[in-house]
């Protein structure tokens, strides 16, 4: 309860806090690409449930829905602007309004895509479902796009056994050193 209590208050804070640069990130997006400025993606949330997660769109909207890893010349997809909303993380800024209607949490396992069935899989064997997924987490703050799939659930299985509001506040201080250095960002 603690935990939703902070995500509800933080989230708010942020939005209201980052309102001008959200508005001018969505001028931007329709200015440097067609299409919506919003990307709803489908994910995979608590208990397996689908969900939509909004993201800035930095993709051009004809792009396949798989992870970026998969597909062969990601870079030939992003926009011009997508790949600094990309580097600096503003892209999961609206993310914040699936974490005040409860969707998502702060902090937490990266949803998965809807049809990353081999990470849903892994991560089901060991209970993970049942965490609510986060904007960022702890294995976002070590290493992000650079781990294994088997390593991401690692550190998810990690967060499920330690978890306590001091280490989301860790993984919150940490992701900004993280995005600030654009540490394991890939695409």
Avoid: C
């Amino acid at each position: 309860m603690k935990k939703r209590i902070f995500d509800i208050l933080m989230s708010t804070v942020l939005l209201v806090s980052f309102f001008v640069p959200i508005v001018l990130i969505i001028i931007i997006i329709k200015m440097t690409s067609k299409g919506p400025a919003i990307h709803w993606s489908k994910r995979i949330g608590i208990d397996n449930k689908i969900f939509l997660m909004p993201k800035f769109r930095s993709m051009f909207i004809e792009t396949p829905q798989v992870a970026t890893h998969l597909l062969a010349n990601s870079e030939v997809f992003i926009t011009p602007f997508g790949a600094f909303l990309r580097k600096t993380s503003l892209d999961e800024l609206p993310q914040l309004l699936a974490v005040i209607k409860g969707d998502m949490s702060l902090v937490g396992p990266r949803p998965a895509l809807f049809n990353q069935d081999d990470l849903v899989r892994l991560r089901s064997k060991f209970g993970i479902e049942k965490l609510r997924p986060g904007i960022t987490g702890w294995a976002q703050i070590n290493g992000r796009d650079d781990l294994s799939i088997a390593d991401k659930v690692n550190f998810d299985k990690e967060y499920l056994v330690n978890y306590n509001l001091l280490l989301d506040f860790k993984i919150l201080f940490l992701t900004v050193f993280r995005v600030l250095q654009s540490k394991g960002v890939r695409h």
